[in-house]
Each structure stands twice: as C-alpha cells, then as structure tokens.
C-alpha cells in the first residue's frame, strides 16, 4: 500500500545549475525541485534562483528555510511571492535544532508562511522523522486542521503535480 516517488534534494551550486539547464533533475510532481541552499546564501541568491527555476519551468520547494541566515519572515514572504513553496523541518518545530531555528519556524508558521512540514531524517537513530510528535505539537498550537495540510495534504499535492493554488489555501 506504500507509493514511491523518485526525486532528491538538490543543493544550489554550480552543478545544480548545469542540472538545470540541461534538464537532468528528479521533480516532484513533475515541476517541484526541493532545493537547498547554504547558509551564507544571500536574500539576493534566494530570489534569484526561484526566479531561474520559474523561468525554466520549475518551482522551487527552498528546504529547511528556517536554517539560512539570510532568513525572516519578510523574506520567506518574497520567495512564496515570487512562486516558491517554503518547508521547514519537524526538528524545528519541536525545538530540536537550537532557539533560532524554532523561533523562525513558529514565526513563519503563525505568519502562514509554511507550505510543508517534513523531516530530514538520514537514519532512524541520529537524525530519525519525529513527524508524529510534530503532528501532536502542530495540531495542539494550531489545530489539526492546519497540521493535516501541512504535513499530509500539501505534500500529497506537490507529488501529484497539483500545486497550482497551494500558498492561498
């Protein structure tokens, strides 16, 4: 009963660029890349690179926006204007990455600013899911109903291509 989709993180650096243009990348849904940046990338790179992704046909899903320094509120609020979708770890939300990183996701959260919540788990002991108890903690602040679109719903949306409308729901 379990569907798999083929698709990956990229990082944005040279070699991604020649990925893109030569078209040889794994989107989700058919047009969704989940892009990672590093921490010293400028507000200026984001907007840019969601910007050539959009003009060769993509939309960016920028990961993990509460770890980049270049990020606030303000910004994520540009990138969702200028066509990417934002996600933020469940770590985050539940505390487990420093003060800061869960200062920015609530704040991005209560702003409405969140398209995706999901995990960066690399293994089941170091870095393991915790999306139940993100579920949990996201369904008590605020409500389930938000939780269930940002963990169940919009991520189904992204992998079956339907991401048209996804930031005003």
């Known amino acids: ?3 798999v989709f083929l698709s990956r993180e990229y990082h944005v650096d040279r070699l991604f660029r020649e990925r893109l243009h ?3 990348l794994l ?5 969704v890349l989940l892009t990672e940046f590093s921490s010293f990338h400028s507000r200026e ?3 840019a690179t969601v910007e050539e992704l959009r003009n060769c ?5 920028i990961a993990h926006v509460e770890r980049y320094a270049a990020t606030e509120r303000a910004l994520a609020a540009e990138l969702r204007a200028a066509g990417a979708l934002i996600q933020v770890n469940a770590d985050a939300v539940l505390g487990l990455d420093g003060r ?3 200062r920015l996701a609530w704040e991005l959260l209560q702003a409405g600013a969140v398209d995706v919540i999901a995990s960066d788990a690399h293994d089941t002991h170091a ?5 139940r108890a993100c579920m949990e903690r996201l369904s008590r602040k605020l409500g389930r109903e938000l939780a269930e679109d940002l963990m169940n719903t919009n991520p189904e949306k992204i992998l079956t291509g339907n991401v048209q ?3 005003s729901e």
């Open 165 to 167: 409308g996804l930031q």
């Open 57 to 61: 046909g993509f939309t960016a899903l």
């Open 100 to 102: 800061y990183a869960k």
């Open 22 to 24: 030569d078209r040889a």
């Open 127 to 131: 870095r393991p899911p915790r999306l």
């Open 1 to 3: 009963g379990i569907q």
């Open 27 to 31: 989107p989700m849904g058919g047009t």
């Open 45 to 47: 790179a984001l907007l």
